[in-house]
């Protein structure tokens, strides 16, 4: 699974959300776009996607958006396999697929850990460094290209 840039920029215009408009404050899309380094016209459709989500301004504290609930109104579902979407075709082999309970922990692990953190955990200092003991990286590895 890989997560595009959809997703990983709806992240970030999110924490801009909670780290800028903590006060209920409107953000510009213009100031979002130019601080994140993201062409506004690609910013609006993410926005359109997140409008589920929390919109221009946070509707609720930074602590109560889990970050899979952002990921999942800009990606949609999180499935290591198609055969686990619940939009998707019905496998062949699901009833004798013997990966099949594999694919489905996978499923599970990603789920818990990208809902194990809120935009509050990534904002705070503490939050980078959970991230780097797990040893991940906050901007996904590669160096994001401007559109």
């Known amino acids: ?16 959300l909670a780290q800028y408009g903590g006060d209920g404050a409107y953000i510009r899309l213009g100031d979002i776009a130019q601080r994140q380094g993201i062409s506004r016209k690609y910013l609006e459709s993410i926005m359109t996607a997140l409008a589920k989500a929390g919109g221009y301004r946070l509707g609720r504290p930074a602590g109560d958006y889990p970050i899979g609930e952002i990921l999942q109104a800009a990606e949609g579902e999180l499935m290591p396999v198609s055969c686990l979407a619940m939009d998707g075709k019905p496998c062949v082999r699901s009833g004798s697929c013997i990966t099949l309970p594999f694919w489905r922990g996978l499923e599970e692990h990603i789920n818990a850990y990208v809902n194990s953190y809120t935009l509050r955990d990534l904002l705070e200092p503490r939050g980078q460094e959970n991230n780097e003991s797990r040893g ?12």
């Open 1 to 16: 699974m890989i997560i595009s840039s959809k997703g990983r920029y709806a992240l970030r215009v999110m924490l801009e």
């Open 136 to 147: 991940s990286s906050a901007c996904g590895g590669k160096e994001d290209k401007v559109l």
